[in-house]
């Protein structure tokens, strides 16, 4: 079933959304799924349909069950409009956000670029979202099955606006969101966005210094919920590494390697795209270096980092190379936009991946060597 829905999406849906503006089909689908999954008894459908169980994926951590260790990245459910349906396709775990202490409209339009051949998206949003106190209200208003079972981490950035953009007031805005999702029964785990290449102001905080002020306003509140911070791609190693040593002295939970790209002369593009449109990119020019980024990490901080490894994952071997490179979770957007539902056939690819190589669980895998 799950690989006719995948069929059905490649044949029908895509050329379909690909007539219409890359910013108006990613309008209609997150609204289709968003109202779908709200229909009572949509996603459970839906889930039965297209999903399998897979106990060889299936992961316990810190009090949390994931059915796979692939999830939704941050980007698609701004507002936290589409988390039963992401549940429902098979993924793990979902981020919602990037969400910021206040509503924000974002860039001007349009947000998006589409490079098909290139595999890949020009992103320029600029973090529009409903604010944070919204989408948690959104998120409450879900089935409690759904808040308690299924591990949501809120991607959480600063305001892009000029209010925010100085550091103290930069680090006042994430400090309110990170206090809100502390109390929130629908958040299990936190993720700081320091690499929206986007929004006003740059990125600010990643520097060591100012890295280090961010971390000790957010050890403040204490969270008790995993941390994990949003690592930015286009970093030099040493700088990474820097950035990594802060991470490990507040004692972050883990990281996400990595954001989007703005180096295009490292991109090999395969169809043209104008230098007026702006923004950063997505999808398969990541898939290497994000990879690459895992596996250092992994070597220098596999001890004290838990890595969720993201960036142009389109297949099961994609996201088992990150996983063999040393991500304890994998997470994706652009594939799901690009190939439609697919989950289920990733996560079967991840077990028959196993099986060949003679693992009888996912994690025996993490940090195997590519
Ligand atoms: C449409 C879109 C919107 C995104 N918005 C965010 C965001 O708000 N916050 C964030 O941390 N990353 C954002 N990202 C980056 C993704 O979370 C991810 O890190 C990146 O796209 C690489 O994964 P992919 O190749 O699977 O898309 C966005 C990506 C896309 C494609």
Redesign the pocket.
Known sequence: MAHIATTLYRRIVRPLMFLLSPDNA?SLVVNILAVSGRIPGVSAVVGVLLTRRHRTLETEWKGMKFSSPVGL????D?NGQIVPMMRALGFGFS?V??VTAEPCKGNDRP??YRLPKTG??V?H?G?A?HGVKKILERLHAMPEKIQNNYPTIL?V?RTNSEDASGVEEGIVDYVTSIKAAKKSPAIQMV?V?I??PNAFGGQTYTTPELLDKLLAAIDKVKLKKPLFI?MPIDLSWPKTKKLLDVAVTHGVTGV?M???TKQREKVEFLEPLPDSVKG?L???P??ER?TELVAKTYKAYGDELIIIG????MSADDAYDKIKAGATFV???????MKGPFIEELNSGLVELLKKDGYSHISEAVGAGR
């Open positions: 990613h990245s941050a980007g698609l701004k981020e956000g990037s947000w998006f890949s998206l992103v949003v973090l979202n991607s950035a993720e966005n690499s929206c949003k996400t990595s954001n989007l950063g997505s999808g398969a990541l898939r994000s993201v960036g142009g994952v997470e994706l957007v652009t594939g799901l936009i």
